[in-house]
T-cell receptor
């Protein structure tokens, strides 16, 4: 079982609210990722981080923002939620070694904006 | 909300048959490849990986084949079981870089 945790698992929130999706890992991994995935659809990278104080936007444009103040913590924030943000958000981490290593995923947060 | 991207292709197999799931990758600099399995309502889980200095690697009931010439990766599942029903994603990474996921295939196992 991978030591990466996402909270909450499910969130229903009203339009215009600010929300933060939490992601923590206890493996000491340098790289962390946020993916957005709709049911039955592809995984889309929206943010990633190489390490503390490093954040980059991914392939898919997103109105969310991230921060990486501590190695183990990579929260994702939506300043003003909209129904178009309804989706599943998956957090992952991997070791930042010279040779590629697998990414471990959290269970995901299913967000519904009403 | 509006769905992001394309619906995943589906592979339907009979229980007990072998399954072959294919993936085309894009970056010729990628030297590490992974197959993930994602069950409904869960995050993707690691199945098997392969490095570019190999063309075949076997696990328990699974085999990954890598053809670097045509940038093609495949996952073979022997004696497919109902518990194998899931979405399967391939992922690639050039050394030291970020993981990039392929489109994924939904495997449905008929009893």
């Amino acid at each position: 079982e991978a030591d990466i945790y996402q909270t909450p698992r499910y969130l229903v929130i009203g339009t215009g609210k600010k929300i933060t999706l939490e992601c923590s890992q206890t493996m000491g991994h340098d790289k962390m990722y946020w993916y957005q995935q709709d049911p039955g659809m592809e995984l889309h990278l929206i943010h990633y981080s190489y390490g503390v104080n490093s954040t980059e936007k991914g392939d898919l444009s997103s109105e969310s923002t991230v921060s990486r103040i501590r190695t183990e913590h990579f929260p994702l924030t939506l300043e003003s939620a909209r129904p178009s943000h309804t989706s599943q958000y998956l957090c992952a981490s991997s070791a930042g070694t010279a040779r590629g290593t697998e990414a471990f995923f959290g269970q995901g947060t299913r967000l519904t904006v009403v | 909300g509006e769905s992001v991207g394309l619906h995943l292709p589906t592979l339907s197999v009979q229980e007990g048959d072998n399954s072959i799931i294919n993936c085309a990758y894009s970056n010729s600099a990628s030297d590490y490849f992974i197959w993930y399995k994602q069950e409904s309502g869960k995050g993707p889980q690691f199945i098997i990986d392969i490095r570019s200095n190999m063309d075949k690697r076997q696990g328990q009931r699974v085999t990954v084949l890598l053809n670097k010439t045509v940038k093609h990766l495949s996952l073979q599942i022997a004696a497919t079981q109902p518990g194998d029903s899931a979405v399967y994603f391939c992922a690639e990474t050039p050394t030291g870089n970020m993981l990039t996921f392929g489109g994924g295939t939904r495997l449905m196992v008929k009893p």
